[in-house]
Each structure stands twice: as structure tokens, then as C-alpha cells.
């Protein structure tokens, strides 16, 4: 079960009282060993950190990992701060951003009271240098105040108190830019919290509630199938699940005779991590010939340097390879991450399988992707995971490449 992005639209409210989650910090600068130093200092402090140096790596941030603060480093010869103002601005940050930069530089001052301007909630400045303790004032509401629970919310709880949806993320023709289907993430709507990433209550592989969790992202995509057959018209859909549920034969067959009848269905793709995949391959093989007599096909998830596993076979049994989106964004200008993506495209079509690009999240991705080869993509630059309701109202209205 692995996650993708989450939507901002419903995030956890910002005042837990007691929190029940750790905090999670973005720190964007410009400089990699500042950065460094600062995710060291906030995760001492109980953060969970993620680092970027651009705008568009923040906006990436944003909607994947939900940060409750967002670190801001500012120095003559560094990032753009404004940029990242408007940034946090389109994508209705409602965290707090610290502002961290010499202690009488006029840009720290301009960037404070635009960000108040804008509507942001600014924290008092952290001028250089500066005492962990001091960051720990300015952070001092967002600690928590109590250990997180691993994870903090349990999967059955939230099955049986009928919290859990699907949001999907439309997949695109990467020659024609037509939607070409959609994946179903699953996603918690907490009464308290809100949305909570997948990653607060996916359960571990041995787990016996992901088969509970399998068997829910099953049924409500072919109830969701449904709804959006009425709303727009067929949409296939593609599903994540462990491979350890396809070892089981009768969850293959119930698998199975939960696909729709209808003339219009188009056939479902199941998504399994390449770790699993790959560790599993010969019993797949057989699983893969099972189902697809009922329409079913199966791909690989997270493909990245572990690719070379799946040569010198005489086929696979998946219908797509997946690229892992740490290799598709930034491709372009990525020498490694280009290298990569391009031995997973031709991976995929000396199988004669289509190769998914996931993660395009800009116009230079997008050029990229086609460039190498890539048959469907998917990323922010053409839709972020969204509720049902919202994806069925939703149409590609503007052509990525104008």
C-alpha cells in the first residue's frame, strides 16, 4: 500500500491540544549543508523533516508531506523568498513558516511582513546564529507533547468506524495528454485530525488488517467504478495492494468475482511495489494468469535502481512498469535520474508492457518523459489525488503544453 500525494484540501486541523502525531518540518534553503543542519536541529526536537531548494520542490512538499512548519532560510546570494511566499500562498499554507537569516538583513524584515501581508502565519524571525533552544521557543506550539503511536491511528479502527476513502489521481497518454485512466489512494478523514497521511495508519505487511484494508480499497473501487460510469462515463482504475494478499488463493478468487459485469468495464490494474513484485515474481506469474481472464492486469509500483531484477526472463507478468517518482522529477536535468527512467522504458517495451511515468510535476518533466519514451504519465502537473466526488467533476480543460 503505498502512498502517493495527498490533496490539501481537508488537512488536519493545526491545534491538537495534546498532539497524537509527530510534527512534520519542510526546511527550504538554497545551501545543502544548511539544510542539513537545520532538519538535524528540528529532529532532535521531535520534527519529521523533508528539504528542498526550490519552489517547485516546495510545492512537491506541500501536498505529498503536509508540514505543519515550513523553515525558511534566507540569505543574499540564496533562494528567491518570494517566490516561495506566493507558493505557499496558491497552495493555502496553513502551517507556520519561520524565516531564519542574519540578524539585520533588510530581505528577513521584507519577507516577515509580506508573508503577514499574504496572510501566513509568520513566527517571530530566528536570527543567526542561533541556540537550539532558541528554535525550540519559536517551534514551541507544534511539539508534541506526547510519543507518537507507530502507527496513530489503527487501520481497524478506522475501517470499522468508516473513516477510509479513495482519491484518485487521473493517469495521462503521454503523446496525446487525454486522460488514460486514474489510480485510488486510500486516505483517512479523521473527525478530529482530517485528512492523515497514509503513512499514520497503513498497517505493516504482517499485519493481519491489511487484508481488511485490501478487501475495502477492492470493494470501494468498484462501488467508486460505478458512480463515476454514471458521472462521466467509464474510467479505468488502477489499485494498490501488498503483495502478500495475492498469496492467498481465495482472496484471488473473491478478487475476481467482485469485477464488474458491465459491457463498459475496461478492466482494473492492480499496483504492487517493485520490492514485493520482485520478491514474489514466480508466484505472480501464476496469479497474473488467473486474473486475467476477469479483466484484471497487474503492474509494478516504485520501479527505480532495482530495475536490473526484472531482465534475462522471458516475460513478466505486469501489463506496466511504474517508474518511481524520485527518478521522474528532475529528470530532465538529472543525468542519474534520466539514465534510469530511460533503461525502465526500454525495460517495458522489450516486454512489449507500457512504462508509467509517475511524479511529472512540471513542463520540463513532462518533455522529459516524452523524450524517453514514457507511455502514460502521471503527476501534480496534471492533477493531485482528490476525492471522488471532486475527480468525477473534474476534466482536463487546458493542454499542459501551451
Known amino acids: 500500500m503505498n502512498d502517493e500525494i495527498v490533496e490539501l484540501a481537508g488537512r488536519r486541523p493545526r491545534t491538537f491540544g495534546r498532539r497524537k ?30 528539504e528542498c531548494a526550490s519552489a517547485d520542490e516546495l510545492q512537491t512538499i506541500l501536498t505529498s508531506e503536509l508540514p505543519d512548519l515550513v523553515l525558511l ?20 499554507f496553513d502551517g507556520k513558516v519561520l524565516t531564519v537569516g542574519a540578524r539585520e538583513s ?9 508573508g503577514e501581508e ?7 524571525p530566528l536570527t543567526t546564529p542561533f541556540a ?19 502507527p496513530a491511528v489503527h487501520v481497524g479502527e478506522a475501517l470499522h468506524a468508516g473513516w477510509l476513502e479513495l482519491w484518485y489521481q487521473p493517469k495521462i497518454d503521454a503523446r496525446t495528454l487525454i486522460r488514460s485512466g486514474a489510480e485510488a489512494l486510500v486516505r483517512m478523514r479523521h473527525p478530529t485530525w482530517g485528512v492523515v497521511p497514509p503513512a499514520y495508519f497503513i498497517p505493516e505487511e504482517h499485519d493481519p488488517h491489511l487484508r481488511d484494508l485490501s478487501e475495502f480499497v477492492i470493494e470501494r473501487a468498484m ?9 462521466q462515463g467509464p474510467v479505468d482504475l488502477a489499485i494498490n495492494l501488498p503483495a502478500s494478499y495475492l498469496k492467498e488463493p481465495q482472496a484471488v478468487r473473491d478478487l475476481c468475482r467482485r469485477m464488474p459485469t458491465h459491457p463498459a468495464f475496461g478492466g482494473l490494474t492492480i499496483e504492487i511495489d517493485s520490492e514485493e513484485a520482485i520478491r514474489d515474481l514466480d508466484l505472480l506469474v501464476e496469479v497474473a ?53 530511460r533503461h525502465i522504458v526500454e525495460l517495458s517495451h522489450g516486454y512489449g508492457v507500457h512504462a508509467v511515468a509517475e511524479g511529472v510535476e512540471s513542463r520540463a518533466d513532462l518533455v522529459a518523459a516524452n523524450e524517453l519514451g514514457f507511455d502514460l504519465v502521471q503527476g501534480f502537473l496534471f492533477g ?11 476534466t482536463l480543460t487546458r493542454t499542459v503544453m501551451e
Open 21 to 50: 502525531v509527530k510534527p512534520r518540518a519542510c526546511v527550504a534553503d538554497s545551501k545543502r549543508h544548511l539544510r542539513a543542519f537545520l532538519a538535524d536541529v528540528l529532529e532532535d526536537l521531535g520534527f519529521v523533516t523533508t
Open 384 to 394: 493531485k489525488p482528490m476525492p471522488l466526488k471532486k475527480f468525477a467533476r473534474s
Open 223 to 231: 462501488q467508486d467504478w460505478h458512480y463515476l460510469l454514471e458521472q
Open 118 to 124: 499574504y496572510g501566513l502565519a509568520m513566527l517571530p
Open 73 to 92: 532560510g534566507i540569505a543574499a546570494d540564496g533562494i528567491e523568498p518570494g517566490t516561495f511566499l506566493e507558493k505557499l500562498v496558491r497552495e493555502a
Open 132 to 150: 537550539a533552544e532558541t528554535l525550540r521557543e519559536r517551534v514551541a506550539m507544534l511539539l508534541p507533547g506526547e510519543p507518537a503511536p507507530s
Open 289 to 341: 494468469r488467473e486474473v486475467r481472464l476477469h479483466n484484471i492486469g497487474l503492474s509494478i509500483d516504485n520501479l527505480g535502481a532495482n530495475w536490473p531484477s526484472l531482465m534475462d526472463r522471458d516475460k513478466i507478468p505486469f501489463i506496466k512498469l511504474k517508474a518511481d517518482r524520485h527518478f521522474v522529477t528532475g529528470s530532465g536535468t538529472d543525468r542519474l535520474k534520466r539514465t534510469v527512467c
Open 106 to 114: 533588510i530581505i528577513v524584515r521584507a519577507v516577515q511582513q509580506v
